[in-house]
């Protein structure tokens, strides 16, 4: 009886090899040698491109109905989103055992998230806001107090939550505690300041806003389709979905929208044009140099192979094309780094906000990296360097009050005399 159950079991085990070879010798449709295979030949992928599909086009539709509508309604957009990537954030690290035995504790990581949000957007803001008031000279008063004492009221905040957070600690609970106020503070470095940088770029023009934020959006679209379809190399192993013939195609993609996309919303003046206050009304400027076309005329041996002898160009599409450039260089760095960071905590998304794409954050990470770039690009290659008048102006209307303005006037009245007399 012993050797016919040895037998069988020996009998068992060759069969089942055997059907382990056959199982491995089975040809995938689509598949490569090393085993790997294209996503487009796994039908269960359908479904879920269907939905991600699906939300983009919602996605797209929502967002272009916020930029029609002005400044102010993408500001707010864009504080709606960082309330969300926050909290999406803050409960990666929750522990509900933990939080159970610190009531309140909670509110302490949006005390500090609403200081930052108050000190980064009084920075931003208030001289658009003074300009705002100017008319009104009780408001006037009132906001130039609170914006001379912005500074203060933002660190009396902090500091009082400081303390608030030393008087909590409990006893069995420090280790939780110190790493919950860590985890928030490199929250507010990590993710509130860049994604802020974003608000200073819609008040420069929401050309300097939609410009980089589209190319973005182009650049995760076409990685996404250009993967699905051809992808087969693996890109980084960080983010095993990502191939090399969607990061390719990708950077083709958005490198020539770019250059196209700036053409045609440059010739806007309600994208062009900065808003130097917080009112909701059209705007009319000049736009300057950069959105005037220029004529350039095609050489000899490309017009022989087309109909067109010259072309217009607008100057900033040269500066569109340094901005496709790094959205599709530098930029998806940010959403391996969120991959990374995911892996570290064993989630797959940050959330389920959206569905088929995950959370607010799985969609802002390279946003964030994108707003920061196209800020200090702005500010250093496209921002005249020399001290405008209407910036002088702006200075003197923001640090002085009605009687030191008063006494400027006049001194500048008697200089200016002088020097006409003089001369």
């Keep these: 009886m012993q050797k016919e159950n040895t037998g069988d079991a020996a009998t068992s085990a060759r069969t089942t090899r055997v059907r382990h070879r056959k199982r491995n010798s089975d040809v995938v449709a689509g598949a490569k040698p090393n085993g790997s295979h294209l996503l487009v030949n796994n039908r269960s992928k359908y479904k879920s491109f269907l939905v991600r599909a699906y939300s983009t086009i919602w996605m797209i539709g929502g967002f272009a109905l916020i930029v029609y509508l002005g400044h102010l309604y993408i500001t707010a957009m864009v504080v709606v989103i960082q309330i969300f990537m926050a909290r999406e954030l803050f409960n990666l690290l929750r522990k509900t055992h933990e939080d159970k035995q610190l009531p309140g504790f909670r509110l302490l990581n949006w005390h500090f998230f609403f200081t ?7 920075r931003i803001l208030s001289q ?20 001379k004492y912005h500074m203060a009221i933002c660190y009396s905040l902090y500091i009082s939550g ?35 940088f974003t608000v200073a770029n819609i008040f420069e023009g929401i050309f300097w806003f939609l410009l980089p934020a589209s190319l973005i959006v182009i650049n995760d679209i076409f990685a996404y389709i250009c993967g699905f379809f051809f992808g087969r ?43 130097e206050d917080l009112s909701t009304g059209w705007l009319h400027c000049d ?12 050489p000899g041996w490309i017009s022989d192979w087309f109909p067109w ?6 100057p900033v599409q040269w500066h569109a094309l340094c901005l496709g450039l ?32 995950g959370g607010i954050t799985d969609r802002m990470d390279c946003q964030m990296v994108m707003a920061v770039f196209a800020y200090i690009y702005h500010q250093s290659f496209v921002v005249p360097q020399s001290l405008s008048v209407d910036k002088l102006l702006d200075q003197i209307i923001t640090s002085l009050t009605l009687e030191e303005q008063q006494a400027l006037f006049m001194k500048l009245g008697q200089m200016l005399q002088e020097k006409v007399i003089g001369s």
């Design 116 to 122: 930052a949000m108050l000190f980064v957007y009084g």
């Design 287 to 298: 736009p300057g140099p950069l959105f005037k076309q220029e004529t350039h005329a095609i």
């Design 309 to 314: 002898k010259e072309i217009s160009i607008l």
């Design 162 to 196: 400081f303390v608030w957070f030393i008087l909590t600690l409990k006893k069995k609970m420090y280790k939780y505690q110190f790493s919950q106020y860590a985890w928030t503070h490199m929250i507010l470095i990590v993710v509130f300041t860049q994604s802020s």
């Design 233 to 275: 190399t693996p890109l980084i192993k960080l983010s095993p979905k990502k191939t090399w013939e969607g990061f390719i195609g990708a950077s083709i993609t958005t490198m020539i929208s770019a250059f196209l996309l700036a053409n045609v919303m440059g010739r806007f003046l309600w994208l062009t044009c900065p808003r």
């Design 326 to 357: 790094f959205a599709s260089i530098i930029a998806p760095f940010g959403g391996f780094f969120a991959s990374g960071f995911k892996r570290a905590f064993k989630v797959k998304d940050f959330g389920d906000s959206i569905p088929g794409h």
């Design 128 to 147: 658009r806001l003074v300009n705002t008031v100017t008319p009104d000279k009780v408001l006037y008063r009132l906001v130039t107090n609170l914006i």
